[in-house]
């Protein structure tokens, strides 16, 4: 190729003998390699990589590619290798001259290499927010969301993280991790203000520049035990749904290269997925404790003995899912000083199933707790709940049952009132089961409501079952769609002759479950009101099994 052909070209090109001696260089090349003048032998005028590339392929016939075993690789002709000339990158190019020189066409690819580079770490960051949004969104639990936002922002954005939670209180809770560790949760009775910007990004404030932040000030609770000098910080808010998730803090050994601007930038657009995400977690940890709360006074108490009676109880929802729904029942026990005076059982069902039904059940619970002192007259209480609920915006209405109970001289005394619920039964000794002849109409629909209160006595190991329709309504059985009913109710309420109150409240649960087994069903509850078997066992004669005696 003639010379006056190369020296016009656009980028540097060098033209070497077989013996490894520069004989042509354009202004290009000059400018770019100073040393490589005509004459000047290529392990002194090239940077290492070329003049390697240039011995290994002048030593082998053209066109081949061979294994040198050299540090850089022999390109064939016509192919291109890569290296550095200052601060640069280029391509070198080699052909063949038919004089058996090599002319090197050096072509700057420095751009095009840190586009793609970029290209290449946006994919990666793109990748990993992603990866990130996922692993944080996977689980409203707040201690674990905030351990996840530790980790993730340790092993790819810094040596380590901490993630500080919003101010409550005296002190700091926050939840540190290194890149190797594993995330440590702890408290630490300091003010945010020792750290710049921290305090602001607390508040929700745009983030300081690292450079404003002074890594040798750093105090020591923010650095991780075993972590050695802090090189540089970086402070940024987690921006929640409308207030502060709190502040997310990166540290970075002495020695490496400080946070860049981008660095930054890129924190808090992780910082702005895991916000959002602390803060989704954080309404639901709130709303958890909250439904907690309402809970625990809308489901049914535990019961136990009171005043020498027993009582039992049992509920299940319709759903699984739900904790309350439509049925109810509650013990108002007779004060402990009040020797006589009766203890009030309420069971009852709503109209409807779920948290609506729960809101009313819970006005019904609270109305008849607030008409405990005329407990003693079951027509009063029932027409007073009747007039509260027509003068309510609820259009639901409820069947109740009321049994007042007291123990009188081993046997256990009972009032029982119906309002348009099943009639409650008796188990007596020897197995038989006996309906109470209550009636009534149910409360919250007519404008009066009216009742039948009967009285009925147990004689020890005798209960009486209050249930609401839910079990004998169940549909299950063979085929899936028999109703439990009231004839096997009966028979299984005759088996539990002389049983506890806890085990026939067990045995009808167990059954009516089997019963439906799957299937859909209303909400069930079931109450046992038992005169309980105090009396000893004594032997017959001194020997044989021995009987109860009174």
């Known amino acids: 190729m003639k010379r006056s052909a190369l020296r016009l070209a656009p980028y540097p090109v060098l033209v070497v003998d077989g013996h490894g001696v520069v004989r042509f260089r354009n202004d290009a090349a000059a400018a770019l390699l100073p040393r490589a003048q005509p004459g000047a032998e290529v392990p002194r005028a090239l940077p290492e ?85 996922n692993a944080l969104l996977s689980s409203l639990n707040l201690a674990r969301c905030t351990a996840t936002t530790a980790k993730l922002a340790a092993g790819h954005l810094a040596d380590a993280a901490l993630v500080i939670e919003p101010p409550a209180g005296r002190g700091l809770a926050m939840v540190s991790c290194t890149r190797d560790g594993e995330p440590v949760r702890r408290q630490v009775d300091v003010e945010p203000d020792l750290v710049p910007g921290l305090s602001e990004a607390l508040q929700g404030f745009p983030p300081v520049s690292s450079r404003w932040i002074d890594p040798a000030a750093a105090p020591a609770w923010i650095v991780p035990e ?147 002192p005329m407990a003693g007259d079951h027509q009063r209480m029932l027409s007073l709940l009747n007039g509260a609920l027509l003068n309510s915006h609820h259009t639901r209405f409820a069947t109740l049952v009321l049994a007042s109970a007291v123990r009188h001289a081993g046997s256990v005394r009972l009032r029982l009132t119906s309002a348009g619920h099943p009639a409650p039964l008796i188990v007596r000794g020897d197995g038989h089961v006996e309906e109470a002849r209550t009636r009534g109409t149910l409360v919250g629909a007519l404008p009066e409501a009216t009742a039948i209160t009967v009285k009925v ?50 045995h009808v649960q167990m059954l009516a479950s ?21 009396n000893h066992l004594s032997a017959v004669g001194g020997r044989g099994p021995g009987r109860f005696t009174a």
């Open 226 to 372: 075993g972590f050695g000098t802090v090189g540089s910080i970086v402070v940024t808010p987690l921006p929640g749904h409308g207030v502060s998730a709190g502040a997310l803090v990166l540290l970075r050994r002495a020695g490496r290269a400080p946070f860049t601007e981008n660095e930054e930038v890129f924190a808090r657009l992780f910082a702005a997925r895991a916000g959002a995400a602390l803060s989704a977690a954080r309404l639901y940890a709130e709303q958890s404790s909250i439904t907690e709360t309402l809970m625990r006074e809308l489901l049914p108490p535990v019961l136990h003995d009171v005043s020498g009676v027993e009582f039992a109880g049992a509920y299940r929802p319709a759903a699984e899912s739900e904790r309350v729904g439509g049925d109810f029942y509650d013990v108002h026990p007779a004060p402990a000083d009040a020797k006589g005076q009766e203890s009030l059982v309420i069971l009852g069902d709503v109209c409807g199933k779920g948290l609506e039904a729960a809101v009313l059940t819970g006005k019904i619970r609270n109305t008849l707790q607030a008409l405990l």
């Open 514 to 534: 089997q019963w439906v087994r799957d299937g859909r069903h209303d909400d069930m509850a079931v109450v046992a009101i038992t005169a309980p078997r105090n």
């Open 457 to 506: 006595s147990l004689a020890p190991g005798e209960t009486c079952v209050l249930f609401t329709d839910g079990i004998t309504e169940a549909k299950g059985g063979p085929l899936g769609g028999d109703q439990f009913g009231e004839e096997r109710l009966h028979s299984a309420l005759s088996q539990c002759a002389g049983m506890p109150a806890a085990a026939v409240v067990e």
């Open 49 to 133: 990589w070329l003049a390697t590339a240039h011995q290994n392929l002048t030593s082998v016939p053209a066109g081949s590619r061979p294994d040198g075993g050299s540090a850089v690789p022999a390109p064939s002709v016509g192919s291109a290798l890569r290296g550095e000339i200052g601060e640069r990158s280029f391509e070198a190019h080699p052909t063949y001259e038919v004089t058996g020189e090599v002319v090197w066409w050096l072509v700057d690819d420095t751009d095009h290499l840190l586009a793609r580079r970029a290209l290449r770490m946006e994919r990666e960051r793109t990748a990993f927010l992603s990866d990130a949004s």
